[in-house]
């Protein structure tokens, strides 16, 4: 990067927004910049040769707020505005924002604690789409962002092959720089020959669970004026160019895996435009497809699901009203597609044109690999007589579970990170419905320096085909808000789920945790009990959610054993400029303590809230019991508590 950029005050973080005839957004793209819990940051709007008053909306930002800056150019695409940002970018990191999108207040700074942590090249985050019915989780993005994790790469975690957006992320510059990224201009889908060859590039990259980018779809994106020639070209353009990349590393497995991954998602999206589409789209279509097809190894497409298998094989054949048929077929089973038909050892979909000499379309088109996945779900977790009762549904895809005896479960406990597997009795109903019944005791190793985490691992056989996973998730009210039990003096099991929405059973004493707590004048004191901690240096640790800077508070020590208290001063804590509440969780670390330990309100009930002149402070039990710190203005109907010791468990 040139020295022209930085300064003594650069700041750390350059936020690029291109700017087109967005007038109608802009102001509220700028403003959830504006408002964020981050403040060191500079915002580079680059006007691109808008006709509408949006250079003016974005020069208003300019003169009232110091970080951000307006650069203005000739028309000439998302692709040139982007680069020409990078090129007045002076931070340390970069993000990329699209001017009719917005960002959660907590995005940046969720994005570079995470950074500032692990030392990764870049880091991305789940996405929300925001349409005229309402603010929701995208579809795309909810299989690659179900939990979060460190310092990975795509190697490691290939459904980041799906993570083709810019702008769910925040880069470090250097490795921008180092690898000479920049965007290609002229044409549309310029994120995928950017992310997608990153995620390569990278050391390791950060991902995050929570919603870090909200996607406006409205009818001028450019992502929904998909049904147009050019449109489609720059799509496959783009698909192809990662596709030299991946050759040009010499990574055949990726770019098999890439090859499927465009087939299930970039490129299906155009066939699934054809039935409302003329008939030089259709041509120029199957044109692409075929030229695609031909490069394309088998053990790309043997690895879709067989009605996409099928599909493809209809394109690459030119068979363009049998394929019009089987998109009919795919919308009028609503994904269902079709039950299973075995011949010997093998499965194949019952799909349009089976064995039907007319149109000889091999059988191996039509055979269940990928599509045999084992569907379930959680509806109950539930304590009766000290025994906790799991209730759900699994089920082997396109296999038929009606009768009990189609279907066979085994369940087993399995100690995390140990090697005790424990079975565990399962009650079968219809359809594939189950009960299981966990007895604690079970679940308790005596003399465990730490409380130990056991999962539920489900072992399903349905008409020759053999399905294990661990279980999850949560689909009914009655499996998500779960709650512990003490089942000997000082020993709890806690029920909770992971990031990845599977069931933990965390059996073992309480760590730390909360036995009072009161008011003194702008100040939180919390009392905590905490074994087995000793030595200098213990101290809270408050992280807000989903992310950001942790801080933290000294602990003193009580007269009694185990006994801490800190005093917590409540301003801070408070750090929307909108108004939402702000959320924290509570750890311990330091003295004798290996790692961070949550601090917990099991079995409390309710939650308790103080009031100050200027904030709201409530103190109830989150997931897995742990102690959840709610700052926010103060509500009328607040009830004032006393300022005195209140214990709560």
Not at 209 to 223: D, E, L
Not at 435 to 445: A, G, I
Request: with cysteine; charged share 25%.
């Amino acid at each position: 990067m040139s020295s022209t950029h930085r300064g003594a005050h650069s700041p750390e973080l350059s936020v690029i927004v291109p700017i087109y005839n967005v007038e109608r957004f802009l102001a509220a793209c700028l403003d959830s910049l504006a408002t964020q819990t981050w403040r060191d940051f500079e915002v580079i709007m680059v006007d691109d040769g808008s006709p509408d008053a949006s250079a003016a909306i974005a020069a208003r930002f300019a003169a009232r707020d110091s970080r951000f800056r307006l650069v203005r150019q000739a028309n000439a695409g998302l692709g040139r505005a982007r680069n020409t940002g990078v090129r007045h970018a002076g931070g340390e990191f970069l993000a990329f924002v699209d001017s009719d999108d917005l960002l959660p207040e907590y995005a940046l700074e969720y994005f570079l604690a995470s950074l500032r942590t692990t030392g990764s090249d870049f880091a991305t985050g789940n996405v929300d789409v925001l349409t005229s019915r309402g603010r929701r989780r995208s579809p795309m993005h909810r299989p690659i962002f179900r939990g979060s994790a460190a310092q990975t790469h795509v190697t490691r975690r290939p459904v980041l092959l799906y993570d083709r957006l810019v702008t769910n992320k925040v880069w470090r510059r250097s490795f921008w720089d180092l690898h000479g990224l920049r965007f290609p201009e002229g044409v549309l889908y310029e994120d995928i020959q950017v992310a997608i060859p990153a995620h390569f590039l990278a050391a390791k990259v950060d991902v995050l669970a929570s919603p870090v980018y909200v996607w406006r779809r409205h009818a001028s994106s450019i992502t929904r004026n998909r049904v147009n020639i050019k449109s489609m070209e720059d799509r496959f353009s783009a698909v192809e160019s990662v596709r030299r990349f991946l050759e040009e590393e010499g990574s055949r497995r990726f770019l098999r895996e890439w090859d499927r991954v465009a087939l299930d998602s970039d490129l299906r999206i155009f066939m699934h435009l054809l039935d409302r589409a003329d008939e030089p789209f259709q041509r120029r279509f199957l044109d692409l497809a075929a030229g695609y097809l031909h490069r394309v190894h088998r053990a790309s497409t043997d690895r879709l699901s067989a009605i996409r298998r099928l599909q493809w094989h209809l394109a690459g054949s030119r068979m363009l009203p049998e394929l019009l048929e089987t998109l009919s077929f795919e919308r009028a089973t609503r994904g269902e597609h079709a039950r299973a038909v075995r011949h010997g050892l093998r499965h194949y979909g019952r799909l349009p044109f089976l064995d039907d000499p007319r149109y000889a379309v091999p059988r191996a088109v039509y055979r269940m690999r990928e599509d045999l996945a084992l569907e379930q779900e959680v509806r109950a977790v539930t304590w009766r007589r000290g025994d906790l009762l799991l209730s759900g549904r699994a089920r082997v895809l396109h296999l038929r579970a009606n009768r009990r005896r189609d279907q066979q479960m085994v369940a087993w406990l399995v100690q995390k990170g140990g090697l005790r597997r424990l079975p565990l009795g399962v009650v079968l109903g219809s359809r594939g419905r189950y009960r299981l019944t966990v007895d604690p005791k079970r679940l308790h190793v005596r003399r465990a320096p730490a409380p130990v985490t056991w999962t539920v691992e489900l072992w399903v056989l349905n008409h020759g085909v053999f399905r294990r996973a661990e279980l999850g998730p949560p689909a009914h009210v009655k499996a998500r808000g779960l709650v512990s039990r003490q089942f000997e003096q000082g020993v709890w099991a806690r029920p909770h789920w992971s990031d990845q929405k599977t069931l933990r059973i965390t059996v073992g004493p309480v760590q730390a945790q909360l036995t009072g707590h009161r008011l003194v004048g702008e100040d939180l004191e919390l009392c905590l009990n905490v074994p087995g901690l000793a030595g200098d240096g213990a101290r809270l640790c408050l992280t807000p959610r989903p992310g950001g800077l942790t801080r933290h508070h000294a602990l003193v020590r009580g007269e009694e054993a185990a006994s801490f208290s800190v005093r917590v001063p409540v301003g801070p804590l408070r750090r929307s400029a909108t108004g939402r509440p702000s959320e924290w969780r509570a750890h311990v670390m330091g003295g004798v303590l290996p790692e961070p330990v949550a601090v917990t309100m099991p079995g409390a009930k309710g939650r308790a809230r103080y009031t100050t002149s200027e904030q709201e402070i409530t103190l109830s039990r989150a997931a897995a019991d742990e102690l959840a710190i709610r700052v926010r203005e103060p509500r009328t109907t607040a009830t004032v508590f006393p300022a005195v010791r209140q214990a709560i468990v």
